[in-house]
C-alpha cells in the first residue's frame, strides 16, 4: 500500500512541475527550474517541520507529500542537466550563479518550510 501512496504523490508531483515548465519564459536562464527546486526546498521543509512537531501524522500522509509530491516534483537532474549545459556553452558566470543560487535558495527554501510548519 506504501508504494500506491509514493506513486500517486509522485504523478501529482511530477504533473505540478509539468505544468510549471509550460509557463512562458523569454531567457536562457533556467528560472523556471529555480523556482520549482526552491518550492520543493520549502515544501519538503514544511512536511518535515509538521512531522517532527505532530504524534499524529499520518505515515501514508508522510509518503505521499514527501517522497511523492516532493521527488516527483523537484528537478535536480534537470537542475544538474541546464547547469552543466550552461557551463558547455562556457556561460561561466550564469552557470555559477545558477549553481549557486540554486543550492543555497533551496537550502534555505527548507529552513523556511520548516520554521513555517512551526508557525501552526
Do not use: H
Not at 27 to 56: E, K, Q
Not at 74 to 85: G, V, Y
Not at 102 to 111: Q, R
Amino acid at each position: 500500500m506504501e508504494f500506491l501512496w509514493v506513486a500517486l504523490g509522485g504523478a501529482a508531483g511530477a504533473m505540478g512541475r509539468y505544468a510549471i515548465s509550460l509557463l512562458p519564459s523569454k531567457t536562457a536562464f533556467p528560472f523556471l527550474t529555480l523556482f520549482t527546486n526552491m518550492a520543493g526546498a520549502i515544501l519538503i521543509g514544511f512536511i518535515t517541520g509538521l512531522v517532527s512537531t505532530r504524534d499524529n501524522v499520518s505515515q501514508n500522509a508522510v509518503l505521499f507529500w514527501k517522497t511523492g509530491v516532493c521527488g516527483g516534483f523537484t528537478t535536480f537532474s534537470t537542475f544538474s542537466l541546464e547547469a552543466w549545459e550552461l557551463l558547455e556553452r562556457r556561460s561561466y558566470v550564469q552557470g555559477g550563479v545558477y549553481i549557486v543560487l540554486s543550492v543555497a535558495f533551496c537550502i534555505l527554501g527548507v529552513v523556511c518550510g520548516k520554521k513555517l510548519a512551526l508557525l501552526r
